[in-house]
């Protein structure tokens, strides 16, 4: 079954540490890849996404991911983490091109000042 | 500002008793959907709509309605719940498209069915 994966359900580290997040999907053919944030007690918003081109992108808040097709891996990366990066990480595939979103099931980060 | 809204935000009901989550966007989007974010599953999409009068299953509907009378709006109906059905609840909207669109969450319903 077509699915996205998110290891290491929690997070714990310390302030400065670097931070990477495991994402892999199991769509053949074209995909649109997404990262979303939950801050506690917030809605979701976007961190970053990819469709095409340089595979590595850039997001907000000194996030970066990066797209290894062979892999079907989307890691999700910052290398010095703040502990207002507390949060909840999501992981989403576009596989079929009609706005739908498979979503992963999320990494809980703690960093601890 | 740009923004998806929910009401109510919280809701303890019991079962049984009809309730009604409303969403609604003002960024005159195509696209919305309700999602629901249980610990350890992550989001599961209950229903989404294309556009107006065009609703579909999502991953896990059971339970629920969905009407799309209006662009802006997408309410959540359960006509029965059950305590399973006590989650957290997401609508979400966007642009039609490829797929590419980024899609904007609302701030969340915490229901509590007893």
């Known amino acids: 079954a077509q699915s996205v994966s998110q290891h290491n359900h929690h997070v714990i580290l310390s302030e400065a540490a670097s931070l990477e997040l495991g994402c892999n999907y199991s769509?053949?053919?074209?995909?649109?890849l997404f990262w979303y944030v939950q801050y506690p007690g917030q809605h979701l918003q976007l961190l970053l996404k990819?469709?095409?081109?340089?595979?590595l992108v850039k997001g907000i808040k000194g996030f970066e991911a990066e797209f290894i097709k062979s892999k079907f891996s989307f890691n999700l990366r910052k290398p010095s983490v703040q502990w207002s990066d507390t949060a909840e990480y999501f992981c989403?595939?576009?596989?079929?091109?009609?706005?739908?979103?498979?979503f992963g099931k999320g990494n809980q980060v703690v960093v601890i000042p | 500002e740009a923004q998806v809204t929910q009401n109510p935000r919280y809701l303890i009901t019991v079962t049984g008793k009809k309730l009604t989550v409303t969403c609604s966007q003002n960024?005159?989007?195509?696209?919305m959907s309700w999602y629901r974010q249980d610990p350890g599953l992550g989001l599961r999409q209950i229903y989404y709509?294309?556009?107006?009068?065009?609703?579909d299953k999502g991953d896990v509907p059971e339970g629920y309605k969905v009407s799309r009378k209006e662009k802006r709006n997408f309410p959540l109906i359960l006509e029965s719940p059950s305590p399973n059905q006590t989650s957290l609840y997401f609508c979400?909207?966007?642009?039609?498209?490829?797929?590419?669109?980024?899609?904007?969450f609302g701030p969340g319903t915490r229901l509590l069915v007893l």
């Open positions: 979400a909207s966007s642009r039609a498209g490829t797929g590419r669109e980024t899609q904007y």
């Open positions: 769509y053949g053919g074209t995909v649109n």
């Open positions: 990819y469709f095409s081109g340089d595979p």
């Open positions: 989403a595939v576009n596989a079929n091109g009609n706005n739908r979103l498979a």
């Open positions: 960024m005159n989007h195509e696209y």
């Open positions: 709509s294309m556009n107006v009068e065009v609703t």
